[in-house]
C-alpha cells in the first residue's frame, strides 16, 4: 500500500487506543554488559524509579524476497557473563515505560487510568523517544559500546474498542469493521471473529515495510464486558535511523479509520 501524497489523517476526539510502541531494533551492542543496565539506569531513574526483567524480543526483519514474510532471525552467542535479556524501565504511575536490550531500544505509552488521555503522536510520543533515544545512544557513546546502527523500526498502537457504543456483542463485528458487514447475512449469525491482514508499504514504488493488523475478541478485566482487541503494527526501514516512524505512523492511522466503519468514527469522536 502506498499513500498517494499527505492527505490529512483522520483524527478522532477519544481514539480507543490504550497503548502506543515505538521500537528501534539495532545491530546488538557486543560490548554492553549487566553493569550497562544499572548504570543506564542511573541516568533515567529519576523519571523511571521501576523496574522489571522480561525475555528478550527475537529480531524481526521484513523480507519482500520470499514467501516468508515477516520471520525473527534467530542467533546465538556464548557468553562469559550472564546478560539481562530485557528490562523496564517504568515511571510512577506506570504510564510510560522505556524497554531495553543489546539490540532494542522501546518507548511505550500505555493508558492505566480511564481518566488518562491520549498524548497524540506530534507532541509527545515521537518527541519524548527521540528524547531518551539520544540519551541512549549518548550513553552508549560515552561507553564505549560503539555507535547505535538502527536496521528496522516499529510503529505499533493497541486499541481496546468495548461494547456499550455503537454495538453490544462479538457477533456484531460488522458494526465495527468496515469490511465484515456480509458476515450477517448468513442464517445464523457469527458468535465473534478474529483475523489477520498483513500489507506491504510501499515509498515512491518501493517496498519499505509491512503492516499487520491483528484482531481478536476479549473480555474488560474489571467488568467483563465483550471488547475486540485491534493491534497495527508498521515496521520497516526508510533511511537511517528512525526515519521510518513518521510514515509507520501515517499508515497505521489511515488504515485504521480505513478498516473501521462510519458508526464507529461518530463514537470516537472523528472531527
Not at 554492553?32 to 531513574?45: D, K, P
Request: charged share 30%; hydrophobic share 40%; aromatic share 12%.
Amino acid at each position: 500500500m502506498e499513500i498517494a501524497g499527505k492527505p490529512p489523517l483522520p483524527d478522532f476526539e477519544n481514539p480507543p487506543v490504550v497503548e502506543t510502541v515505538l521500537s528501534a531494533q539495532f545491530e546488538a551492542l557486543a560490548d554492553m554488559h549487566t553493569v550497562h543496565f544499572g548504570l543506564f539506569w542511573e541516568r533515567i531513574r529519576q523519571q523511571f524509579p521501576k523496574t522489571e526483567e522480561r525475555p528478550a524480543i527475537a529480531p524481526v526483519f521484513e523480507r519482500f524476497d520470499d514467501h516468508n514474510k515477516s520471520r525473527p532471525r534467530l542467533h546465538f552467542e556464548a557468553r562469559e557473563a550472564a546478560v539481562p535479556e530485557r528490562i523496564w524501565f517504568v515511571n510512577e504511575p506506570g504510564t510510560e515505560m522505556i524497554q531495553l536490550q543489546v539490540d532494542r531500544f522501546i518507548k511505550n505509552w500505555r493508558k492505566s487510568a480511564d481518566e488518562d488521555v491520549y498524548p497524540r503522536y506530534e507532541k509527545a510520543i515521537k518527541p519524548e523517544f527521540e528524547r531518551d533515544f539520544q540519551r541512549f545512544e549518548d550513553f552508549a557513546r560515552d561507553q564505549s559500546l560503539g555507535p547505535i546502527q538502527v536496521n528496522q523500526c516499529e510503529v505499533t498502537y493497541v486499541n481496546h474498542i468495548v461494547a456499550g457504543q455503537g454495538w453490544q456483542n462479538w457477533g456484531e463485528a460488522g458494526k465495527i469493521f468496515s469490511f465484515l458487514n456480509g458476515l450477517n447475512s448468513f442464517e445464523d449469525s457469527i458468535e465473534d471473529g478474529a483475523f489477520v491482514i498483513r500489507q506491504a508499504i510501499s515509498r515512491e514504488g518501493q517496498k519499505v515495510g509491512r503492516l499487520t493488523v491483528e484482531v481478536k475478541p476479549a473480555l474488560t478485566e474489571r467488568e467483563n464486558k465483550p471488547m475486540y482487541v485491534m493491534n497495527l503494527t508498521a515496521r520497516g526501514m526508510t533511511g537511517s535511523g528512525i526515519d521510518f516512524f513518521d510514515l509507520g505512523r501515517r499508515v497505521v492511522v489511515y488504515n485504521f479509520a480505513r478498516l473501521t466503519t462510519p458508526a464507529m468514527h461518530e463514537v470516537w469522536g472523528k472531527k
